[in-house]
């Protein structure tokens, strides 16, 4: 082995004591580390996209953060295409993709929080959104997205709800605030656009899982949207594009 290699191979060994030490430190948030069927850290594509991303971390709150902006901006948000199965929930599917919605993104980065060793859940929320389209509003009969998924993080000793959603680009067409995560305290959305408009209002919380409790999702989807259709064969990007144009 030269000296190169060597010294790769202490950076790899001193980066997997550091995970495993604080795997160790957070037995008592057990079920927020280990695998689960859609937060699925175990997958070598979420395994490497979350060591990928945070790479050069040498703590929890650091991996935590950019994990946050790599998925929040990685990923395109899209709720024109949700697939309710096991494999259209789970993170890994995130990636196969390369979009989400809150659900997904949500569980993407707690199964890639999880994979470098931090532990992380995702949370359920009710809110009343005003970053949508006519077509979402119409098509749902309601302006409240029931089940607004994110992300609850452990870092040191408390949780913190990160909200990946919305990609940067997004924002910015339907001028908003992106939504920031420091690691320090909750990310959860701005109540007014830039203009000072509402833009985001929290109604109710709906708790925090090791898993997505999809049984849940596909009851309440059923219950408050049950004359929803799908919007596959429409665009998310050209609606947006069209409604924020000028």
Known sequence: MNRADSANSVGENKASAS???????????SGALRPAQMIDSHRESVRRF???????????RARAVKLYYAVRDGFRYDPYRIDLSVAGLSASGVLANGYGWCVTKAALLAAACRAVGVPARVGFADVR????????REMMGTDIFYFHGYTAIHLDGKWLKATPAFNIELCQKFRLHALEFDGTADSIYHPYDLSGQRHMEYVNFRGEFDDVPRETLLQGFADYYPNMPRLDSAGWDTDVNLETAG
């Open 50 to 60: 979350a060591e990928t991303a945070a790479a050069d971390c040498d703590d929890a």
């Open 129 to 136: 959104n005003h970053l949508s389209t006519t077509r979402l």
């Open 19 to 29: 995970f495993q030490g604080e795997r160790e430190a957070a037995e008592d948030c």
